[in-house]
């Protein structure tokens, strides 16, 4: 390359550049440095460049600032995103920076007095081996140049920007990162220590936590967020003897109901045929599993406080399932059962094994191959519902069907999760990150003309049918067992932690997708992956993370508070957009939050050739009494889904309760004793008994105050 400056020439407007400013090392791809590396030494024409003059001294300071620019307001952030990306840069929209903008600082808080506390004590060869294996070696590389400038555990919490510049750390998402880290790993283990009382002391990264709890310890954690909630159930001595018998009672009544569904179901009847058609139209095929009681388990500690199974799953042509919420009248002594009942397309109960998850998922799979479309099967539900367990089951039951029914000869595996919970696409702490290498390397996002977003910015992969699929961030597997392999290992990266409801939650949202396609032979002079041509075919699996009730973070630490406040964020936006598309409504906010960006092609009305739906959701379900008020949370948005209406029930129990209230209201109206009245309305205002009757008493009372007075 030259060393002199030279000129770029943008529609009429010339622009004289220094070589040394373009960054071949952090562009490598950018059209600017590959035409300075084609033309000759010896021509000193300014070279032509197709693009905006207005925004190309925008570009050349992303070349020169290593990726980061601050624009005014005149200058849209999108426009200069998309003439970015058609030059060739790597960038994403955190990067754009509008003047006033508080990014930069907000990017470089990492200085607080938690992190100096903690780090203070540090040496320069314990701040080296922290660094060393934190977030899968990240920052291994930058460890000989802070170890050269004797970066100890101080200087570590100190750290600035401008400082990490100097120090060899050059892109600010890497910056942020390691701001993170070092916040991370301060709070969370002071948070640790204060738990078990070991005050301000510090340890070394090396060094095993002295004072850690058994594992009976987290037993009786478990065992203290379930009786958090049974409590509220039982009352007082209270026992589950009287919930467990009504719902026996229930069971028994409901069992020859039961029967005949499902002989009306084996002949095949005219209503499971009409809710088909409707899902066809809609394209969504809604499904709930409930899995069983887990008593050798994470149920165990909640069934050794006397928790039972509190939910059943209809089969037949009323299939649906009943959640048993069971509870206390008003007075706190009396027991109650509410049983609510929800509607879907298909039942598995627990009794199904894996193969009939797969069967329903089948005809998804085998439109998606024969139309070339893009099928989604998405796994709902709260923590330690099975969603992991359903999807693991079904990805290598899906390597196989692809390559023996349907003779694929390639397949392009693309494995990535989605972490944090911020709203829109300006966000710093919600990331993209690739699943399939240890170092978990962030990828950018890119809004298509659809509005969903596009994984791997302009190196997504396209799924259209005859176009060229980038496979830079993905695998080939040409055989299912690769596949298989593929999906364990991807699947093991994912986040997860021990939230004492689960010993390895997800903390993340997790999609793996799997495209059909063909390998073309590639020029034998160039050395790198053959031109993969995609068929259209696109299967995905989605693993949500599991929505989190108060008795499920009992004991969750500063940061899986915040995670779980990141998750719930995105699942209300998910939810909200469940809604919404039920209730047919114009507008559906898809772009409240990352995660329904990159759904948004779940709610995309399409009409198959195979008059098949081409998204199949999945509502995983605890059946655990204490667990009740998620699974009615999990089922009302999953009926809604379902495009069902909701049915008014009546609770026979609760009439009963109310029957004596009731009665000594009318009572006293027609006697018309006024001290009667109020002792009936005060009776029926303690037991929380409304209506017509305690409305009637309230206006005798009001009719004889007022005779009195006159």
Known sequence: MPSQSVAFEVAGTVFEVAPSNLRPNYFPRSKLNLALDARDVDDDRPISISGNPHLFTYILDLHRQYGFVEIPPTVSKDALMQEGLALGLSMSRELIVEEGDTFRQKMGVGRSIVAEDYFQAWTVDQVADWLQGVQQGRFAKYVPRLREQGVDGLALATLVPETLKILGVIEPKTRAALFAS???????????????????????????????????????????????????????????????????????????????????????????????????????????????????????????????????????????????????????????????????????????????????????????????????????????????????????????????????????????????????LLKHDCHVISLHTDCKPELALLEGADGAVRVGGSNAVVAGEGQPLNVSHCMLASSPEMLEQFFREAAGRRASSDTERNAASSRSHAFYRFYIAEATRSDSTVLELPEVLGNGTCVELVDLAGSESNKDCLYHNKLQIKERANINASLQALNSCIQKSAQGASYVPFRADKLTQLLRPCFAKRDTASRVPTVLFIACLSPLASDAQQSIRTMTYTQELAGFKPKATRNAQQMKFREPYVKRLVAAVRTGEIEELRAAIAAAQRAGVTGPERRRAAEAVRMLDARESE
């Open 182 to 424: 070092i916040r991370h790993e301060a709070e969370c283990r002071s948070v640790t220590e204060a738990a078990q009382g070991q005050g301000g002391t510090s340890l070394a990264p090396a060094e095993e936590e002295e004072g850690a709890e058994e594992g009976n310890g987290e037993t009786e954690k478990r065992r203290d967020a379930a009786a958090l909630m049974l409590g509220a159930l039982f009352g007082d001595g209270g026992t589950s003897e009287p919930f467990t018998a009504g719902i026996a009672q229930w069971r028994s009544e409901q069992g020859a109901a039961i029967s005949g569904q499902e002989v009306a179901a084996s002949r095949g009847d005219a209503a499971e045929v009409s809710e088909k058609e409707a899902a066809c139209t809609t394209g969504i095929l809604v499904a709930a599993r409930l899995r069983p009681v887990l008593a050798g388990g994470p149920d165990g500690p909640a069934v050794s406080l006397g928790d039972f199974e509190a939910v059943t799953a209809m089969l037949g042509t009323g299939r649906g399932i009943v959640v048993h919420e069971c509870g206390l009248q008003r007075d706190g002594k009396t027991p109650k059962i509410e049983h609510r009942s929800f509607r879907t397309h298909e039942v598995i109960d627990p009794t199904r094994d894996e193969k009939r998850v797969f069967d329903i998922a089948a005809p998804l799979i085998d439109v998606a191959v024969k139309d070339s479309l893009h099928s989604t099967i998405l796994c709902y539900g709260q923590t330690g519902s099975g969603k992991t367990h359903t999807v693991g089951n079904l990805s290598w039951r899906i390597s196989r069907h692809l390559f023996s029914a349907h003779s694929a000869k390639l397949v392009v595996f693309e494995a990535f999760e989605l972490k944090g919970g911020a709203k829109g």
